[in-house]
């Protein structure tokens, strides 16, 4: 009996051991996978303030998911009973959140009625609601969810996703949210950006740097300075987390190079392509390319876009980065084809305008090339150096189809971004010979000429200039300069003939313009210059008395005079020279005629220095007076009044001009003077329109991050089954029958024998 009592009494202290130990072990289970799921949580928030999925993808957190669901199971199968099916529900769809299935998650819990429930069940569920898109539902439960920590930040995020800007600004002029390591700041700064208030927007992602200093606050108020054109500041702020973070790293790179610093931008792009990390490696390709370019390094850029151009599809960026290389070796219809193409893939991408405005002026098409550069001049940046080409293919396009004022105003942006941009100088020249500016036109091309000395258009234009200003001497050099890059320059060629003449190279001078009149007979300035050379050799045979040979000479003056009055009867001046002539031959009114037809100050000096040597000194006085009065300033008509006041004096003026070679007035014309006066000769002369093959320099197509998102916070809890009904209570005593157990060594003894305690 007594063994009896006290194997029933042993029986019963195992069972209370045995429940007691089964709700240890549950509660430590339970324990694990809260703890599992604190560790997987920073991981799963981390892959939405990065916006970087494949943070879930990787292996340690689908190993801790994987442990996650075996500490749930093993949980659920000791201590699951029916009355637990919300918790099992509400455990099971954090699990499938966790595991980015968010659809399903919601789903388990969306028909449940909650309101009887611990508050944290609704707030989970508005954290499956916001996962799934489900905005309304997500604001719904967060503003009956009083236990939910993060529930007002939440809800900000629901109203920005679903775009509801005003609502979501209002909701946060009301509210607050503590302990949200700046992500309050950061989406309130979205709402400010989505809703056109980027400078507020900076303000709030400043303040959210300020509790937290994130990647994903760097990177968003660095890609608003950028479109702010607050570069620097950008680029500050990637560096700061470039090192750590290959994304930020490519965006730091892409700054450095609308910094135009493109060695320091290759480098960061190298650094980064010596790196295991691939996800970024076509922008780095890319952006090795532009750095390149940027570099003149044109066929090393080409290189690399072709490299870009097997790891990224066709974006707007890289096919307009390869046609800025073929713009650079003036293939403009090939760059005109890649252009077009992005175009009609993207209307609004400006940069392709742009760049097929300059291949349509590759192609003399300016009216279609204006047509791009108006629809691109949002793009346009006056304060870019880097623009300055563009601003001068615009304006020679402008220049070209007459549009003077539209080139005059687009030259001087071009010269304002570069002083030293001696197209935008010739260019605005250009402009001042046609408006007769010619002092102003001069002063531009004298520049021009400081930064490119291997254009001889340039050179025979500024000889010209220095002809209208009778600076003989100084455009010596000029034309010689000219005549020495190109002899086939004919504007060169006769402004070299007019300075060997007014150099007393009158033997040189005549035999260069017999050859230009043979080979260019339809140009009227060579016949008008052949005779006035004629005229001067002329007089040399007259002062030496040889009057036969100066009487020809001044036929042949007479006959290439009115060969360039019938080829160009518009060229009034040309008269001035014939009334010379006609003087000459002692035909007055026939001279007077042709004076009186370009009634210039030039024709009137002439006709004064007729009337003098009639004798005729008060008619003489009269016209020399007007001339003066037109120009006080006149060197010729100072010296011819100065020569009128005090009489005839020929042989002492003729002394003058050939002893002294640096008289200050025209020492030709003193030299070769029949009567001590000087007779003006208008020379003729044709200014070229400049053209230049373009550098073709294009402002780099920088990649554009448009990398907008808000950050939610997800605190996903685990809610613990309840405890079960009789782990508290009293277990009711068994009876137990005896057995007969056989003992070894025994032979027909039954019962039970108790053991021995010690």
């Known amino acids: 009996m007594v063994q009896k009592t006290y194997l029933l009494v042993l029986s019963s202290i195992w069972l209370m051991l045995t429940l007691l130990s089964l709700g240890e072990a549950t509660a430590q289970e339970f324990g694990e996978c809260q703890r599992l799921v604190k560790d997987l949580l920073p991981v799963f928030n981390r892959s939405f303030e990065e916006n970087n999925p494949a943070l879930l993808r990787e292996k340690s957190y689908q190993r801790g998911i994987r442990e996650l669901q075996a500490a749930y199971s093993l949980y659920h199968k000791h201590a699951f009973e029916p009355s637990d099916s919300v918790q099992q529900m509400n455990n099971e769809a954090v699990i499938l959140a966790l595991l980015g299935n968010y659809q399903k998650a919601f789903h388990i819990m969306e028909d449940l009625d909650l309101n009887d429930q611990e508050p944290h069940f609704r707030y989970n569920r508005g954290l499956f609601a916001l996962l799934s898109g489900k905005y309304d539902a997500a604001r719904n439960d967060f503003g009956q969810a009083a236990g939910g920590t993060h529930a007002n930040l939440n809800t900000i995020v629901a109203f920005g996703k679903q775009k509801k800007y005003s609502e979501a600004a209002d909701f946060a002029a009301g509210n607050s949210s503590k302990n949200s390591g700046g992500k309050w700041n950061y989406n309130l700064g979205m709402i400010h950006k989505y809703s056109g208030r980027t400078e507020d927007a900076i303000e709030e992602v400043t303040a959210a740097i300020r509790q937290k200093d994130e990647m994903a606050y760097r990177l968003q108020r660095g890609d608003m300075l950028m479109r702010t054109g607050n570069e620097k500041r950008a680029v500050k702020d990637f560096e700061k987390v470039a090192r750590t973070h290959p994304k930020a790293q490519i965006r730091y790179a892409n700054a450095l190079l609308s910094l135009n610093q493109f060695g320091a931008a290759k480098a960061v792009f190298s650094t980064y392509l010596e790196t295991d990390d691939r996800t970024f490696r076509g922008d780095a390709y890319l952006g090795m390319a532009h750095s390149h370019y940027g570099l003149k390094q044109i066929s090393e850029a080409q290189r690399y876009y072709k490299l870009a151009s097997t790891l990224k599809r066709e974006t707007p960026a890289l096919q307009s980065g390869i046609a800025n290389t073929h713009l650079s070796k003036r293939e403009y219809q090939t760059a005109f084809t890649l252009f077009d193409r992005v175009i009609k893939k993207d209307s609004t991408y400006l940069p392709a305008y742009l760049g097929r405005a300059v291949s349509y002026y590759g192609q003399q098409k300016y009216d ?56 935008a100088l010739a260019g605005m020249s250009g402009i001042m010979i046609d408006q007769k500016r010619y002092s102003e036109a001069g002063t531009f091309l004298s520049k021009a000429l400081q930064y490119e000395q291997g254009y001889d258009l340039m050179w025979s234009n500024y000889g010209n200039l220095l002809l209208h200003f009778d600076m003989y001497k100084k455009s010596y050099n000029v034309f010689k300069k000219a005549v020495s890059l190109n002899p086939s320059n004919v504007n060169a060629q006769n402004g070299w003939g007019v300075v060997l003449l007014e150099n007393d190279q009158l033997d040189k001078s005549m035999a260069l313009f017999d050859s230009l009149v043979r080979e260019k007979p339809d140009l009227p300035f060579l016949h008008n210059n052949h005779g006035i050379v004629q005229a001067y050799i002329g007089n040399r045979h007259d002062q030496k008395h040889q009057v036969n040979e100066a009487n020809a000479r001044y036929d042949g003056a007479f006959e290439d005079f009115k060969k360039a009055m019938e080829a160009a009867p518009s060229r009034k001046f040309y008269n001035v020279n014939q009334g010379n002539v006609y003087r000459y031959l002692e035909k007055y009114d026939e001279a007077k005629l042709s004076y009186q037809t370009y009634q210039d100050k030039s024709a009137l000096n002439n006709t004064a220095v007729m009337y003098a040597g009639q004798e005729r000194i008060k008619d003489a006085k009269y016209y020399l007076g007007v001339a003066l009065q037109i120009d006080s300033l006149h060197r010729v008509f100072q010296y011819n009044m100065t020569v009128l006041a005090k009489g005839k004096q020929k042989e002492m003026m003729r002394l003058v001009a050939s002893a002294d070679e640096n008289s200050p007035f025209s020492d030709i014309g003193i030299k070769y003077s029949r009567d001590g006066f000087v007779t003006i000769y208008l020379y003729d002369y044709e200014y070229d329109v400049l053209t230049f093959p373009g550098r073709h320099y294009m402002p780099l197509p920088v990649a554009e991050y448009k990398e907008d998102y808000f950050i939610p916070e997800y605190d996903f809890k685990l809610i613990a089954y309840g405890k079960k009904k009789n782990e508290g209570e009293k277990k009711k005593r068994v009876k137990y029958r005896s057995q007969k157990v056989k003992l070894p060594g025994s032979r027909n003894r039954a019962g039970t024998r108790c053991p021995v305690l010690f």
Do not use: G, M, P
């Not at 870019?384 to 005059?408: I, P, W």
């Open 368 to 423: 279609l090339a204006l047509k791009d550069f108006k629809k691109a001049e949002k793009a346009l940046d006056e304060h870019n150096r880097f623009f300055a080409d563009l601003f001068v293919t615009k304006a020679f396009s402008e220049y070209y189809l007459k549009k003077t004022s539209e080139a005059q105003d687009d030259f001087q942006k071009a010269i304002k971004l570069d002083a030293t941009r001696y197209e």
